[in-house]
């Protein structure tokens, strides 16, 4: 037999009610309507779906299967009107959000799984770009937000704010050569095996351009594409790594002290595109999620 969905709804109002008047009620029927539907219903069935008594109605045990398998019909089909409507809404233009291999690793991705649940119909394009880039294509409105790093971004003419700390730091496996140390500078670092990430990536770049050409010789293991990899190596005890502070999760078995060098002091900032965005408030509500995971990285 078929069951009209309506007619389900209200019997399961009325199980859930005990009456038929109050689920008649809460689907703003009359009660002989309503009571005409459940007679309905108990004949396609073909058996009693309710008793009736003084006090009220409740499932026979026909009729309590019944409101369980309508329970799960009216669920499924909720679901279903909702992956479809997602069709039929009018596509909105996503936001663009730009950041470094540093903000990509821990920031960002926590920044984003929590804007994106909290708002369903906003769609984020996100890109991975170094710093200078990414100023560049804020400046020309290529882009909502970047997270740059404040010592490239500086006097770039975009609007900017901290976000958080994002200095670099020395770590390798826990209780090795690191134990007890809370400091060393980068030649203390170099006299050991290093593992550190690929030449191209934005964080090599950086400590390449602050070494110079005067830079100690050091034994590079190996180089990797992304700080996950790298630091899981630096736990393994396969050399030390030089990486920003934020990426390291505190539950892993690490030693990690502060490298003592002027250029390892460095600062996210959030920094906004130029122009008018045609979805300001949800750029704002962005911008306020990722000050919320970086305010969650200090805490750690």
């Known amino acids: 037999m078929r069951y009209d969905l309506d007619d ?56 309590a299967t019944l409101a369980r398998h309508a329970r799960e019909v009216l669920d499924r089909t909720a679901r279903l009107e909702s992956a479809v409507a997602g069709y039929s809404r009018t596509p909105t233009t996503p936001l663009t959000l730009i950041a470094g291999g ?8 926590q920044a984003l799984v929590s804007f994106l649940r909290e708002h369903p119909n906003v769609d984020v394009t996100l890109r991975e770009c170094r710093t200078p880039q990414t100023v560049r294509l804020l400046a020309d409105g290529e882009g909502d937000l970047g997270v740059v790093v404040d010592d490239e971004a500086r006097d770039c003419g975009l609007r900017l704010e901290p976000l958080g700390d994002d200095s670099l730091v020395v770590a ?23 593992v550190g990430l690929d030449a191209g ?9 602050h070494l110079g050409p005067h830079a100690p010789a050091v034994r590079l293991r190996t180089s990797v594409a992304s700080l996950h990899t790298l630091i ?4 393994a005890g396969v050399g030390l790594a030089v990486v920003p502070r934020r990426a390291v999760d505190p539950a892993l ?10 250029w390892a002091r460095r600062t996210h900032l ?9 979805h300001p408030e949800a750029v704002e509500a962005l911008a306020e999620h990722l000050r919320r995971a970086a305010g969650g990285d200090r805490e750690e």
């Open 270 to 278: 959030l920094a906004r595109g130029v122009g008018e965005s045609p």
């Open 172 to 194: 390798g496996q826990a209780d090795g050569v690191l134990a007890g140390r809370t400091s060393m500078t980068y030649s203390e670092v170099a006299e050991h095996p290093l």
């Open 102 to 109: 540093s903000a990509m690793h821990r920031l960002v991705p």
């Open 8 to 63: 389900l709804r209200l019997f399961l109002h009325i199980v859930t009610e005990g009456s038929i008047t109050a689920g008649a009620r809460r689907m703003h029927l009359s009660l002989p309507s309503a009571s005409a539907r459940v007679r309905s219903l108990e004949h396609h069935a073909g058996v009693t779906l309710l008793e009736r008594g003084r006090r009220g109605v409740r499932p026979t045990p026909a009729g």
């Open 201 to 209: 990536s934005s964080l090599r770049r950086w400590i390449d351009k």
């Open 232 to 235: 899981a190596l630096a736990a």
């Open 253 to 262: 078995p690490l030693d990690v002290c502060e490298l003592r060098e002027p």
